[in-house]
């Protein structure tokens, strides 16, 4: 039966034969595909496994209880309310057969699909390492943020009822990755005791708890230039961070981290943020080439070579830099929504009978803050901000890309009352302590 629009109670079945388009993946890529294809005379289904878009570039405010969960998520329905051809179906997909043009979900149902379009995203890669996966927290979904944010408050609150139980009297956070989201993390944690122990009034010492950062390179934030990676690592030290390069980790545990050398640091939460990788996710498990991060090669119109009908968009994919095999791109969101709209245009063009054309990225920039009013950001023709011009570039562009006229107001409103220091934001343990506690 097809679906029924709700709201207009009209069937919502494609106007044109062979229209039937089914995205999986709602993130930057999904949705920008989705929207391409919003009001057009095709029948487009969504899936995720969350029934909301999350703006991944605010997870660490969210491990760090500057943003709330719900600031950084928005509904998929609420995005798609009124666009009848649209409709969304939540669960997970388990299979593809590209044969037979059909996708199945988790509880076996299945959806028949005459175009699809992959924008399942990556995950966390621990590359082997010793308990990296069983005793890190990854910072990938809503769910790791929250889960992250338990820990470090509880932590807090543990140091202050029993400092006698850490080393030093007082506890220690590693981070794990000197990438964005480590620089991110750190630099947020830094903030996050400062607040703890002057608003909070936690008798938690500032000077031993310490935050220390690890990457196996020789510098910070590779893929922005050198000097930015200097600034940030003369910002995050003059902070209080313990920035360690050419560190590699060998071995996580419960209580802490070993390093290559032998060396071991005991910590009492350890975010992982050391790289993602394709393998494992959904997209790896189509029959066809995959790189060495397992991303899933395209030819340059983002479809598979032998299924003109599938594409795949976004982090899963080796999104090429130009026509001509040129890159991959990087994996960031700017390349998710671009490669999303193009293969959603593709669709359109294939619907109407037209050939395809290429996909060319167009470089927008990266950026990643530091802390409080310290950012960088590496901007099209060599343009490069830092400092405070940087977080205000920063601030602005991320306000313009989160999803939601509510969001976007909490979040700028959250931002300035903690810029002015007032006390407040979701510092909530919202787990229940066991019953030892
Ligand atoms: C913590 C963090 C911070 C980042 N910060 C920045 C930044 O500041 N700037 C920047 O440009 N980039 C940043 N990135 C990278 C950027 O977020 C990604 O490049 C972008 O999200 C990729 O978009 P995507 O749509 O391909 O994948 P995702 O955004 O990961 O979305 C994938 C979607 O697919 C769904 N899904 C996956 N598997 C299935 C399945 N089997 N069935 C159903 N649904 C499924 C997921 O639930 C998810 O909604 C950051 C990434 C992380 C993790």
């Known amino acids: 039966m097809p679906p029924t629009d709700p709201v207009s109670g009209s069937p919502a079945t494609p106007a044109t034969p062979g229209a039937r388009v089914v995205v999986i993946g709602c993130g930057f890529a999904g949705l920008a595909a989705a929207r391409q294809l919003a009001d057009t005379p095709v029948q487009v289904t969504l899936i995720d496994r969350h029934n909301f878009h999350t703006f991944l570039p605010f997870l660490y405010q969210v491990a760090t209880a500057g943003l709330d969960p719900a600031d950084v998520a928005y509904p998929v329905r609420s995005i798609f309310r009124r666009l009848h051809n649209v409709v969304f179906r939540h669960g997970r997909v388990t299979s593809v057969d590209i044969e037979s043009r059909r996708v199945t979900l988790a509880d076996s149902s299945t959806i028949d699909y005459d175009h699809l379009i992959v924008g399942t995203g990556a995950a966390s890669e621990f590359f082997g390492i010793a308990g990296a996966a069983e005793h890190t927290r990854p910072l990938y979904t809503l769910g790791d943020a929250r889960r992250l944010r338990n820990d470090v408050l509880s932590t807090l609150e543990a140091a202050d009822a029993h400092p006698e139980n850490y080393d030093d009297g007082a506890p220690t956070f590693v981070v794990v990755g000197g990438g964005a989201t480590g620089v991110e993390t750190a630099g947020a944690l830094m903030e996050l005791l400062d607040v703890s122990v002057r608003q909070d009034r936690l008798r938690i010492d500032p ?206 409103v959250n931002w300035w009352w903690r810029y002015l220091n007032w006390p407040g934001g979701p510092r909530l343990i919202d787990a229940d302590v066991d019953a030892s506690q």
């Open 207 to 412: 000077q031993r708890t310490r935050v220390i950062l690890l990457d196996g390179a020789d510098r910070l934030l590779a893929g922005f230039k050198e000097a930015l990676g200097r600034y940030a690592l003369e910002t995050l030290r003059s902070r209080g961070v313990v920035v360690r390069l050419g560190e590699l980790v060998e071995e996580v545990t419960p209580t802490g981290v070993r390093l290559a050398g032998g060396e071991w640091i005991d910590a009492a939460a350890v975010v992982w943020a050391g790289g993602v990788t394709v393998d494992g996710t959904l997209a790896a498990s189509l029959p066809v080439a995959h790189g060495r991060d397992g991303r899933v090669a395209v030819q340059d119109d983002l479809s598979l070579i032998g299924h003109p009908e599938v594409s795949v968009v976004g982090d899963a994919a080796a999104v090429p830099l130009a026509p001509g095999g040129a890159g991959p791109c990087p994996q960031l969101a700017q390349v998710a929504i671009q490669s999303g709209a193009h293969a959603g245009r593709q669709v359109l063009r294939r619907v109407a009978g037209k050939s395809t054309v290429p996909f060319t990225y167009k470089d927008k920039g990266m950026m990643a803050t530091i802390g409080r009013r310290s950012a960088v950001a590496q901007l099209p023709r060599g343009l490069v901000l830092r400092g405070t011009l940087g977080w205000l570039a920063w601030l602005g562009l991320h306000i313009v890309y989160l999803i939601g006229f509510r969001n976007r107001l909490i979040v700028l």
